[in-house]
């Protein structure tokens, strides 16, 4: 069963294509403004256990998880997504990645971040878990997004296969570079136990990808796990893209909802020639099919806020 995360402020004013909406939770959606700008956020996410009806507590979906925190000098937002691998184990990978999202989170809420450093989130949530008084293994790509409000430069990081993408003006005009090992092994945080240090593939947060660059209102960014990208290409998810022409909180949500319903539905059809499947192909394997994996969705539209 799907899950559905909206994130929002009542006071939010926003252009998207050029026509202003009003909504009766988000306030009036304007622009032209040159006040602080904010992220209107709403999510949607299925587990790979969809089918066998098994759901994860909190904004977890599956193995992966995902948080939406705002504090007074910045919105940021991230997801990540826990190796299955462990599972051999005796490891649940949902642990590590859930885990590492609430550090984040919490870090935002008590403003122990800097906007323009999103690494430094990443580093010290890890770091907070290596210190943990129980031992917690598991592994996890991880992206993390922050908008300066003042500034209205969108700051991120990305380990791994997890991404972003940037839309404007139906174009994608930013997007994330994914960080492979080797095929189908991203870059990742680990914590493993004694005995396997060094033999777990394990990443430093500095090795994370960064990027800063400006927005503008109305600016459409879309954060997710592998599973949406392994699934769907670039121009499948413009086209569901353009349903937020008539944007607002409900659209806002029913589009991330569409888009991670779309990416499930292919992930599961065995003559589809998914993105995955091509990159398999393109490393020698002979692989057909979508990539049943989970699915993560965050899609973001930037406003104008006002007190």
Same mark, same amino acid.
């Given at each position: 069963m799907f899950s559905v995360l909206s994130y929002g402020r009542l006071v939010a004013r926003a252009v998207l294509g050029g026509l202003s909406q009003t909504d009766p939770r988000a306030g009036r959606w304007r622009g032209g403004g040159s006040g602080d700008y904010g992220l209107v956020t709403a999510g949607c996410g299925f587990g790979k256990d969809f089918r066998k009806g098994l759901l994860k507590k909190g904004a977890c979906y599956g193995d992966d998880a995902c948080f939406v925190a705002r504090h007074r000098s910045a919105d940021v937002l991230g997801v990540a997504d826990g190796v299955g691998g462990w599972r051999d184990y005796g490891v649940d990978p949902s642990q590590f990645s859930g885990t590492l999202m609430r550090t984040c989170e919490r870090l935002v809420k008590e403003g122990r971040f800097v906007p323009s450093n999103p690494v430094g989130i990443l580093t010290t949530s890890y770091c907070e878990l290596l210190q943990n008084k129980v031992p917690l293994l598991g592994s996890s790509t991880a992206c993390i997004v922050v908008l300066d409000r003042s500034s209205h430069r969108l700051h991120t990081a990305n380990l791994g296969d997890s991404g972003f993408l940037v839309v404007r003006g139906g *174009? $994608?005009?930013?997007?994330?570079? *994914? =960080? =492979?090992?080797? %095929?189908?092994?991203p870059f990742q945080l680990s914590i493993a136990p004694p005995e396997a240090e060094g033999v777990i593939l394990s990443d430093s947060p500095d090795a994370a990808d960064s990027t800063s660059f400006d927005v503008q209102l109305g600016d459409i960014i879309l954060t997710a796990t592998d599973g949406l990208f392994d699934n769907m290409p670039d121009y499948m998810i413009?086209? *569901?893209?353009? +349903?937020? +022409?008539?944007?607002?909180?409900?659209?806002i949500q029913r589009t991330a909802r569409s888009i991670a319903? =779309? &990416?499930?539905?292919? &992930?599961? #059809?065995?003559?589809?020639?998914?993105? %995955? &499947? =091509? %990159? &398999?192909? #393109?490393?020698?394997?002979? $692989?057909?099919g979508g990539k049943p994996d989970d699915i993560t969705v965050l899609l973001s539209i930037v406003a104008e806020y006002t007190d």
């Open positions: *174009e $994608v005009v930013h997007r994330s570079d *994914e =960080q =492979q090992h080797y %095929f189908n092994t413009l086209q *569901e893209l353009k +349903k937020l +022409k008539n944007s607002n909180y409900e659209s319903e =779309q &990416a499930h539905e292919l &992930a599961y #059809d065995p003559n589809y020639m998914s993105p %995955f &499947a =091509q %990159f &398999a192909c #393109d490393n020698g394997l002979n $692989v057909r």
